[in-house]
Each structure stands twice: as C-alpha cells, then as structure tokens.
C-alpha cells in the first residue's frame, strides 16, 4: 500500500506557474502508474496526466496539453506536476493517485482505475 501527500498548490496570477508534488510513503513507486486529476466547485473530478509505470508514456487532457508537464522521480518516490501559462479555469483542487499493474507503457486516465489517493491541494489562479 502508498500513502500520498500532495504539496506546492497556491495562488498565483494567470500565466503564472506552479509546480504541484506529490510525496509517496510506504513502498516503492517504482512499480504503480500515477496520474493527476483535479476537481473544480460544482464540477466532477476529471483527468489531467498520467504517467505510466515505466515511465516512459504520458498522456494529457486536451485542455492542458503543452502547458503542463507530469513526470516522476522513483528513488524520491515523488511525482510531479509542473504547471505552466496557468488559465483561471485551471482553478481547482488537485489530486495525485496511484495503483499498481497495466501494461507496460500504459497510462491510465480514468479515476476509476486508481485507489490510492492523496488529499488534495488547492490551486486558485486569478485573471
């Protein structure tokens, strides 16, 4: 089992950046896919990126392709977001998730896929 802790959301004006992380504790990484999701008031959580296991696919939602970047560092056990000519409509709270398994290469994009999550970190982007 992982535990995950988000950090590095905040405010920040728009095209600003920020840089989400996302802290695993327990057991390696090494073999879990990761993803980022976000959830904005009154909307339903969705995907952003994915990373797969092996670290070499990633995928990103239409609406934030080009801006952001997801990638992994498995001897830290920590995921990143890095999140550039931020929109306010990127205003949401956001979520790392893991599992374990896929194919190699396979980047999942449905929360449903996913059971480990961790809490949360607020990103509010202002015009």
């Known amino acids: 089992q992982v535990q995950l802790v988000e950090s590095g959301g905040g405010s920040v004006q728009a095209g600003g950046s920020l840089r989400l992380s996302c802290a695993a504790s327990?057991?390696?990484?090494?073999?879990?896919?990761m993803g980022w999701f976000r959830q904005a008031p009154g909307k339903e959580r969705e995907f952003v990126a994915g990373?797969?296991?092996?670290?070499?696919?990633?995928f990103y939602a239409n609406s934030v392709k080009g801006r952001f970047t997801i990638s992994r560092d498995n001897a830290k056990k920590t995921v990143y977001l890095q999140m550039n000519s931020l929109k306010p409509e990127d205003t949401a709270v956001y979520y790392c998730?893991?599992?374990?398994?896929?194919?190699?290469?396979?980047?999942?994009?449905?929360?449903?896929?996913?059971?480990?999550w961790g809490q949360g970190t607020q990103v509010t982007v202002s015009s």
């Open positions: 327990g057991r390696t990484i090494s073999s879990y896919y």
């Open positions: 998730a893991a599992d374990r398994g896929g194919a190699y290469g396979l980047v999942h994009r449905t929360a449903a896929e996913y059971n480990y």
């Open positions: 990373i797969s296991w092996s670290g070499d696919s990633t």
